[in-house]
T-cell receptor, first 114, second 116 residues
Framework: AQTVTQSQPEMSVQEAETVTLSCTYDTSENNYYLFWYKQPPSRQMILVIR??????QNATENRFSVNFQKAAKSFSLKISDSQLGDTAMYFC???????????FGTGTRLKVLA | GAGVSQSPRYKVAKRGQDVALRCDPI?????LFWYQQALGQGPEFLTY????????KSGLPSDRFFAERPEGSVSTLKIQRTQQEDSAVYLC??????????????FGEGSRLTVL
């Protein structure tokens, strides 16, 4: 069975600072993708960044980057130069080649402080 | 429309009533997913459609839950004889990819169901 664990229910960061959100996962598949989705208050979930398991290079999207440690099954999200608009719930998700499901973690509520 | 549209946004039902939640995915998107998100939790998979075919319904919690996508576009999630534990936000997501593992999901804003 595939699982995704986010151990930080809530975090806060000062505007312009850097914050890292943690995610661990478990799967026996070799072909899979990992995702970070952002869910702002009362708005729909949007994709922040994704990582292919077979790529060793960490994905980067502007201020967002990941630290993908395949052996440790760890997939953390780093947000640099945090902005007030980054305040949201962040969900880590896993999809493997053996299923249609995207498996989501329980989320981390991030608050960026002015 | 440009995005995934869900209706109604809010639904209050008395216990025992039937409800229907609608999802209008992005035009041309092959894949459609329904997820259930309880308060403070992550989305839980309910069911998956590839065009009109329901390929996975393993997440539907009981036979009171039924989903369809008859023409491969709009989908309806129906809940019969609602119970309080059905209270949640129901999210619909669509994706252009059919078999691809890395396809991006595009979510609607969700339908918040409250069962009294």
């Amino acid at each position: 069975a595939q699982t995704v664990t986010q151990s930080q229910p809530e975090m806060s960061v000062q505007e312009a600072e850097t914050v890292t959100l943690s995610c661990t996962y478990d799967t026996s598949e070799n072909n899979y993708y990992l995702f970070w989705y952002k869910q702002p208050p009362s708005r729909q979930m949007i994709l922040v960044i994704r990582q292919e398991a077979y790529k060793q290079q960490n994905a980067t999207e502007n201020r967002f980057s990941v630290n993908f440690q395949k052996a440790a099954k760890s997939f953390s999200l780093k947000i640099s130069d945090s902005q007030l608009g980054d305040t949201a719930m962040y969900f880590c998700a896993l999809r493997t080649s053996g299923t249609y499901k995207y498996i989501f973690g329980t989320g981390t509520r991030l608050k960026v402080l002015a | 429309g440009a995005g995934v549209s869900q209706s109604p946004r809010y639904k209050v039902a008395k216990r025992g009533q039937d409800v229907a939640l609608r999802c209008d995915p992005i035009s041309g998107h092959v894949s459609l997913f329904w997820y259930q998100q309880a308060l403070g939790q992550g989305p839980e998979f309910l069911t998956y459609f590839q065009n009109e075919a329901q390929l996975d319904k393993s997440g539907l919690p009981s036979d009171r839950f039924f989903a369809e996508r008859p023409e491969g576009s709009v989908s309806t999630l129906k809940i019969q004889r609602t119970q309080q534990e059905d209270s949640a936000v129901y999210l619909c997501a669509s994706s252009l990819a059919s078999g691809g593992v890395g396809g991006e999901l595009f979510f609607g804003e969700g339908s918040r169901l409250t069962v009294l």
